[in-house]
């Protein structure tokens, strides 16, 4: 079942450039900076004790992030059984659930093929 609403993925040009936006002039806090290549790292900021959380992903590692919409994810306590009700349930997935070294996740759409994650 899900249990949170864990990230909104936010396209930006430049890391910092938008880190500095958040942090400085909306009153964000950084959650987490992670490198993730040599030009990018995983950067999640959010207002103090939220449980949701913006991701600044660089566009440059998107292809089309020109036309892409803000990602949301979504966080469960079991991704595979999440993956298996929903999937019973009529939900479509693009791929069966993938194990990574952060978590478990998997993507699905809604009739209007607007696409989410959920991450476990």
Known sequence: MIT???T???YVEDQ???KKFWTEKAGFEVFAEHPMG???VWLEVAPKNACTR???YPKHMMKGSESMK???VFECDDVIETYETMKNNGIAFKEEPKEMQWGT???FSDEDGNEF???G
């Open 105 to 107: 996740f998997v993507t």
């Open 16 to 18: 910092q450039q938008a």
């Open 8 to 10: 909104v993925a936010v």
């Open 54 to 56: 913006l991701v600044l």
């Open 38 to 40: 040599p030009d990018a």
């Open 70 to 72: 803000a990602s949301i």
């Open 4 to 6: 949170n609403l864990g």
């Open 117 to 119: 994650l959920l991450k």
